[in-house]
């Protein structure tokens, strides 16, 4: 059984939500499709002088509903088929908040933790150099991902700026607040992902002050998520990062981890916690388990262990289709990656309207739009769930296939 392949991932969950969906079936045949796939070679000379060549991608899986939207990463394992699947979530994420963007994504094959900050802003600047006609404000605006962040997303401005000769900050969001970015633009995806859990929680009569959490995946989202749930009460228990896990029953501090992890380059080996095996994470007995790291993290092999009653995804696709279906029989309630950490796009989109409008808000403006927009989408879900008598994934992909289709139908792109 091969559970890897993220894009015929994403096709699965596509045709399982779509039964659930009114729509003209050649419609919903026209998701499984990229609209667009670029692939570029990205040649860079190395601070040694060597040459090194780079494989980019970027996909843009659908605009019906507006520009392409989406972010770019940086590692080593990416690859096409993965890149295909992320800008199909990424048009079903845009859709589920109803914001007027497609889906997009990026990607370049390279390990940046072995390249200098020298050679990363060139392999930056090389990839956006090679993609530049494809991408702008009112074509497809990039965004950070894995292994990129608010430097990248300068850069990136900066060179698309450069190569068009024209100031064009709405290109890129997840910029630096000093270059045009958006206030709460950092936390975007955690606070997204509190958002909807706490409100899930609501409708199960649970108190988070009550529960335990564990969190595979210690970036910008797995951090903040854990610093968020731990202000509200919740126990951490346990943290992965790419090197090490560590567990502590009684509860860990997030910022006391972070601090660790920045003076040791992990959070292996912290005081007060205990070492235990990174798959042991998804066994544990929490109440809630967050994926918040790549694809895949949860399979048929693992799935049967896990303890956890509430998965948020705040990953992409971390859960797979044949994972899926065992939660699914085991009573494990999911709130999916498509809603959860539609967060950061939400705030994607206000810092791009920001930048068109040349009006820039305060955070609590951001926080006050980016809670209802996620509550609203949650809501819509919940009910659509209920009504329906299908899983909050099913629920959130039917009702994001039923705005696209309509807006394609709309559109004519169709005779």
């Not at 068109?356 to 926080?367: A, C, F, G, K, Q």
């Not at 309509?406 to 169709?414: M, S």
């Amino acid at each position: 059984m091969d559970e890897t392949n993220a894009f015929d991932n994403a096709i699965k969950q596509l045709e399982s939500a779509s039964k659930f969906c009114t729509c003209d079936r050649n419609l919903v045949e026209i998701l499984k499709y990229p609209q667009k796939i670029i692939e570029v070679t990205i040649p860079l000379q190395m601070d040694n002088g060597k040459i090194k060549v780079f494989t980019g991608y970027r996909v843009q899986h659908n605009n019906a509903r507006g520009p392409y939207k989406g972010g770019v990463r940086f590692h080593p394992a990416v690859n096409l088929e993965e890149v295909k699947a992320l800008s199909l979530w990424m048009s079903m994420k845009c859709a589920v908040v109803n914001i007027p963007f497609g889906g997009a994504k990026g990607g370049v094959i390279v390990d940046p933790k072995k390249l200098t900050a020298h050679e990363i802003e060139h392999l930056t600047r090389g990839y956006i150099d090679k993609i530049f006609e494809f991408i702008g404000p009112m074509k497809d605006i990039l965004a950070p991902d894995v292994n990129t962040n608010a430097q990248t997303m300068a850069w990136i401005m900066d060179e698309y700026s450069h190569i068009s000769r024209e100031h064009s900050p709405a290109v890129v969001t997840g910029k630096p607040v000093d270059n045009e970015g958006s206030l709460g633009r950092d936390t975007a995806t955690a606070m997204g992902g509190k958002y909807v859990l706490v409100e899930y929680l609501k409708t199960k009569g649970l108190d988070i002050q009550l529960l335990s959490v564990a969190i595979q995946g210690f970036g910008n989202a797995g951090y903040n998520i854990a610093k968020l749930l731990h202000e509200e009460g919740a126990l951490i228990v346990a943290i992965a990062d790419s090197k090490g896990t560590i567990y502590n029953e009684t509860g860990i501090d997030p910022t006391a981890a972070m601090k660790f992890k920045l003076k040791h380059g992990s959070i292996k080996n912290m005081p007060e916690s205990i070492e235990i095996k990174t798959e042991d994470l998804f066994s544990l007995n929490c109440d809630i388990l967050i994926p918040a790291a790549l694809e895949n993290a949860i399979d048929h092999k693992n799935a049967k262990n896990i303890k956890a009653k509430i998965i948020l995804e705040l990953a992409n696709g971390p859960v797979t289709p044949e994972a899926d279906l065992i939660l699914k029989d085991k009573g494990v309630n999911i709130i999916p990656d498509i809603l959860a950490n539609s967060g950061g796009v939400t705030v994607s989109y206000f810092e791009w309207v920001q930048n068109l409008s040349r009006d820039y808000w305060t955070l609590e403006v951001v926080d006050n739009k980016l809670k209802e927009i996620m509550l609203k989408a949650f809501n819509d879900i919940h009910d659509f769930a209920n009504l329906k008598k299908c899983t909050l994934r099913e629920a959130a992909f039917a009702l994001a296939i039923t705005r696209i289709c309509l807006a394609t139908k709309n559109r004519g792109i169709l005779s």
